[in-house]
T-cell receptor, first 114, second 113 residues
Framework: DAMVIQNPRYQVTQFGKPVTLSCSQT?????MYWYQQKSSQAPKLLFH???????NEADTPDNFQSRRPNTSFCFLDIRSPGLGDAAMYLC?????????????FGPGTRLTVT | DAKTTQPPSMDCAEGRAANLPCNHS???????VYWYRQIHSQGPQYIIH???NNETNEMASLIITEDRKSSTLILPHATLRDTAVYYC??????????????FGAGTRLAVHP
């Protein structure tokens, strides 16, 4: 009964080769988030969707894009991965955006850039 | 958003209570205290949150001081599976439009036999 699913769990890509990470949810939550977590660091928010509205964090590089084709799915696209983009990428959801709601996290996708 | 300060690491014996402190001396009246934890190679997991009253759920208890400048997360009977990084996060009740979590460095709790 997984609620936030991320595929694949491990992804290897080459320097400069576009890569897409996927996230799906069975919670029917309105908000979906993408976080980046580098080794031994805390998760850092990249962007989020409230329904179809995309909200980018000010310091998220342009190299990172996202798509949300429907309520259940959200994708993270890295257009030209660099070695510094190697990290765990975490997807999360919450029921709404103006409530004191907990976020539900997926298991993450660990991205390696060679 | 208010900043939090946590000890970088703590140890606890299995079966004993784990008391994890968090300082949030600049917290304002409309800010909640949240606790999440992250077990190795997993996504963070929500534990508990509170505004000014003490809170308890099936996972833990949260004790917030009367002046709200600090709090303590209590795991009453720690097990080996509680070994994780614990994050104390302060966020406003109405965060200007979205439910944003800003993670600090957290406390790495090691539960040993």
């Amino acid at each position: 009964d997984a609620m936030v699913i991320q595929n694949p769990r491990y992804q290897v890509t080459q320097f400069g080769k576009p890569v897409t990470l996927s996230c799906s949810q069975t919670l029917n939550h309105n908000v979906m988030y993408w976080y980046q977590q580098k080794s031994s660091q805390a998760p850092k928010l990249l962007f989020h969707y409230y329904d179809k509205d995309f909200n980018n964090e000010a310091d998220t590089p342009d190299n990172f894009q996202s798509r949300r084709p429907n309520t259940s799915f959200c994708f993270l696209d890295i257009r030209s991965p660099g070695l510094g983009d190697a990290a765990m990428y975490l997807c999360a959801t919450s029921r709404d955006w103006d409530r004191v709601d907990e976020q539900y996290f997926g298991p993450g996708t660990r991205l390696t850039v060679t | 958003d208010a900043k939090t300060t946590q000890p970088p690491s703590m140890d606890c014996a299995e079966g004993r209570a784990a008391n994890l402190p968090c300082n949030h001396s600049t917290i304002s009246g409309n800010e909640y205290v949240y606790w999440y934890r992250q077990i190795h190679s997993q996504g963070p997991q929500y534990i508990i949150h509170g505004l000014k009253n003490n809170e308890t759920n099936e996972m833990a208890s949260l004790i917030i001081t009367e002046d709200r400048k600090s709090s303590t997360l209590i795991l009453p009977h720690a097990t080996l599976r509680d070994t994780a990084v614990y994050y104390c996060i302060v966020r406003p009740m109405f965060s200007g439009g979205y439910n944003k979590l800003i993670f600090g460095a957290g406390t790495r709790l090691a539960v040993h036999p």
